[in-house]
């Protein structure tokens, strides 16, 4: 059984755990999917569970640990091979594990004759990661933080589609890889983190409203105040303060406010790297790209649109 989940991102962020080992979010959190940055995963019998990435076997230590989780929660099932193409450039800093574990779910449950609503899916993966519980659904899905397993879920959010456009730039310059899990660890011990929860919490539903007002500028006002914000709780954590930021990251920041300043509708989320997606809409798209390859010729640019739910066949 085959099963394709494109990936996503939080224009709302999911940025620390209440609970670690339900995976149960302290936000909720709002995203978008894209339709250029996809996994296509496929599941078959096999004599020992085993994980296969792009034609090459890997330690899956995550994997396997996934699929146990999937054995405890939808009754047990043999050993599976697990094969994985991702379709995500690995050097693009996207989240890779939003579309991995999306798919995972998606083809096990499949292959086990489960046709489970989305909504039931997107709890399963979250256990995988968090992110992954958004990438069942097309277009804006929310992850509500629920309270508990049951409650914790994503759906979503019914909004028209919108000449939105998210230009990916690729900084090369990646610093050394702090995990997003390792990432949260640090940034709830910032004293500012009590604050951004509770804006958060505003954000979310000023978000919701800004898409069904059609209003991207809005959006990306909204989403640029949120992953800042986030960015700050790292930098002002009490255990091991961090930034994902470097030089080129800044650059990028100032470049999108003098486009800002010009009349162009740009504004930027980050997340646990040194990329920078300009969210903008479909028709400022090239003109950004013109721009930042005129500015950094060495940065690599891609522009994305919104995209589909999962998919099988
Ligand atoms: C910054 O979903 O990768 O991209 O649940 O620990 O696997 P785990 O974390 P993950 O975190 C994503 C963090 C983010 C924001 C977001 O996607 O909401």
Redesign the pocket.
């Known amino acids: 059984m085959k099963a394709t989940a494109h990936t996503n991102i939080?224009l709302i962020?999911?940025?620390g755990k209440k609970n670690t080992e339900l995976?149960l979010p302290t936000t909720s959190?709002l995203?978008l999917t894209l339709d250029k940055f996809y996994t296509t995963t496929s599941v078959e019998p096999a004599n020992h569970d085993r994980f296969i990435l792009n034609d090459q076997v890997v330690d899956a230590t995550r994997v396997h640990r996934f699929l146990d989780i999937l054995r405890q929660q939808l009754g047990d099932f043999t050993p599976l091979q697990v094969i994985s193409e991702n379709h995500v450039p690995t050097s693009a800093g996207l989240?890779s594990?939003?579309s991995a574990f999306a798919a995972l779910t998606g083809a096990v449950t499949h292959e086990l004759g489960m046709d489970l609503p989305k909504e039931e899916l997107s709890r399963l993966a979250r256990r995988g990661?968090?992110?992954?519980s958004r990438s069942f659904f097309g277009n804006f899905a929310m992850w509500h933080k629920g309270i508990d397993d049951a409650s914790s879920f994503a759906e979503s959010l019914n909004a028209p589609e919108l000449p939105i456009a998210l230009v990916v730039a690729e900084v090369c310059d990646a610093p050394k890889k702090i995990t997003?899990?390792e990432g949260?660890k640090r940034a709830i011990t910032s004293p500012n983190y009590d604050r951004w929860l509770s804006k958060s919490a505003n954000q979310f539903i000023d978000m919701q409203h800004a898409i069904l007002d059609q209003d991207i500028d809005k959006i990306g006002a909204l989403a640029e105040d949120n992953a800042l914000g986030m960015h700050a709780l790292n930098l002002t954590a009490t255990r091991s303060p961090f930034t994902y930021f470097t030089d080129k990251t800044q650059l990028i920041l100032s470049l999108i406010q003098d486009m800002r300043h010009q009349g162009i509708l740009a504004y930027a989320t980050i997340?646990?790297g040194p990329n920078v997606k300009i969210i903008t809409t479909t028709q400022e798209a090239p003109k950004i790209v013109t721009i930042l390859n005129h500015a950094i010729p060495s940065l690599k640019l891609e522009i994305a649109q919104s995209g589909p739910g999962i998919s099988y066949d």
């Open positions: 939080a962020k999911y940025w995976n959190s995203s989240a594990s939003a990661s968090g992110s992954a997003s899990t949260m997340d646990a």
